[in-house]
């Protein structure tokens, strides 16, 4: 085993993930075939084009961004509290990130005309939810956050036994 790690630089198991990753990537390929990825008429809406500029958009632009917030967010290591404030922040903001990502089009009213089209309804409801659902994940952190609070300062005034 150590010797493969050695060798390869990492565990089995990422190997075959990466190995089952390729056959997926390849399996996909060969089943819509090259033509469903690549549109000679206006190539701007082909697939391939759209991953390399989210490629390129995620590593040059968002993830500086991304860690730049999360270096200034972990500034507020070097102030000793009893609770770090830091996970309460990361993880309602990266669910954030998510839905977004998930819900974008119909936040944004993209496709609005299609939308109705196959559905009857409006897209005006997404943006309402969407900050609600945000609110709702802050909130419920900052209650966590809260309680943890409570329990650290309840055991840090508590008498020992």
């Not at 309460?88 to 939308?115: D, E, K, N, S």
């Not at 309402?128 to 809260?146: C, D, H, I, N, P």
């Amino acid at each position: 085993m150590t010797t493969f790690r050695r060798v390869y630089g990492s565990h089995p198991l990422h190997l075959l993930t990466m190995i089952a990753g390729f056959a997926l990537c390849g399996y996909v390929i060969t089943t819509l075939g090259p033509a469903a990825l690549w549109n000679p008429r206006t190539w701007w809406q082909s697939i391939v084009v759209w991953f390399a500029a989210a490629v390129v958009v995620h590593d040059l632009v968002l993830y500086p961004l991304y860690t730049l917030a999360d270096r200034i967010l972990g500034l507020s290591r070097r102030i000793p509290v009893r609770v770090p404030l830091l996970n309460h922040l990361r993880v309602p903001a990266l669910a954030t990130a998510l839905t977004f990502v998930v819900f974008a089009p119909g936040i944004l009213r993209q496709g609005a005309p299609t939308y109705t089209a196959a559905t009857g309804l409006t897209q005006e409801p997404f943006l309402g939810r969407w900050l609600l659902l945000v609110a709702a994940m802050f909130a419920t952190s900052a209650a966590v956050y809260a309680v943890r609070l409570a329990r650290a300062r309840r055991s840090a005034t508590a008498p020992p036994r």
